[in-house]
């Protein structure tokens, strides 16, 4: 039976050429913590840790490496910022496609006395800029959103958000975890003032090894999460306020960021825009042979425009939950079923509570897969 990977909206699958041999590299040849040791193996790490803040800020656009911060993953990154900014008072502004990494901290801070109004986005996905100019209130303090959705794919015009958050002075924080490596992210072309990224999904790096940047005149602002040690001012027990041990407490994930920095050197030298542009076709000629089919509804947008390669579907005469499975024990073919951590996007695309099987089309397949995928949905949706 054929194994395809079709679940990269979750994690990517196969990680990049070089992420295996250089996290190998380190455990094997390495192994050394950084900001503790005054020996050669601790600045070969040090290094390499540098070296993918510079990769990071290459890629986003950014020029502060210092104020690129190692967390987790997304999630963690976005509680740092969103539970460190906002105070008893504030007003903050999603969308209705956020992930629950967003609404959870969210739903946390307004037992502080921190309220949230959600500006609805179409049954697409996209975002309408009227209602969300329509939100904005006296003491909203800031806008937190996703580039793209997790559930269908769709990107929303943050370019344009962040213009307004410019003009009127309120704080633009990104989550990116849909787009970082799949489309271009520029943090000046976006107003941003900070972005999050996790290394696992479209960056093609390890699980485990995530972060943000952030704007040096926020980063002074934003309370710490988390204290502890970080090989500096270790003559003291108050952490650090420069960056970016400020963020940085415990030992980091070392291997994860050697591994990142591997994955970052492929996708500069494959190109984010060769990556998007395969992506683009597998995903078009998926849409086509979907769209033509009975008793499945495609969910967001209905070509390759205005969207990322994850593709979300509605099988109308059955258990989403059901057809997963069988595409996965029958075919070989590896999805995810449920609510993706995303409920709100499944109000907003009419998809709550069935939620919908969701297809991440990554670059290392072929036309093949997409086609054979294709005729294994038409086999069984009935």
Known sequence: MKRI???????????????????????????????RGAYADAFESENVVFETREQLCSLF?????????????????????????????DHVIVSSMEHNAVMRPLNRLESKGVTYSRTLCDSEGSLDLENFKNLIKPNTKGIVMTHASNVCGTILNLEEVGKICKERKLLFIVDTAQTAGAIKVDFKTLNADAIAFTGHKSLLGPQGIGGFMVKEQLASKIETLIEGGTGSLSDTEYQPEYMPDKFEAGTLNVPG?????????????????????????????????????????????????????????????????????????????????????APSAHRTLGTFPRGTVRFGLGHFLEENDILYAADCIYKIKE
Not at 309 to 314: G, R
């Open 5 to 35: 990977y079709m679940d990269n909206g979750a994690t990517s699958f196969p990680k990049a050429p070089g992420v295996a041999e250089k996290v190998y590299e380190y455990l094997m040849h390495i192994g050394t913590n950084i900001n």
């Open 61 to 89: 656009g950014f020029e502060e490496p210092e104020n690129v911060v190692f967390t987790k993953n997304v999630t963690e990154s976005l509680n740092v910022l969103l539970k460190g900014l906002f105070k008893s008072g």
């Open 257 to 341: 960021i050697f591994g990142l920095n591997a994955a970052l050197k492929y996708l500069e030298e494959t190109g984010i825009e060769a990556i998007f542009q395969k992506e683009m076709q597998l995903t078009e000629l998926f849409l086509e042979k979907l769209l033509n089919m009975e008793h499945i509804d495609v969910i967001g947008k209905k070509s390759a425009e205005g969207r990322t390669s994850v593709v979300s579907l509605d099988f109308k005469n059955a258990d989403n939950g059901e057809i997963a499975h069988r595409l996965a024990n029958e075919y070989g073919i590896m999805t995810r079923s449920g609510m993706h951590c």
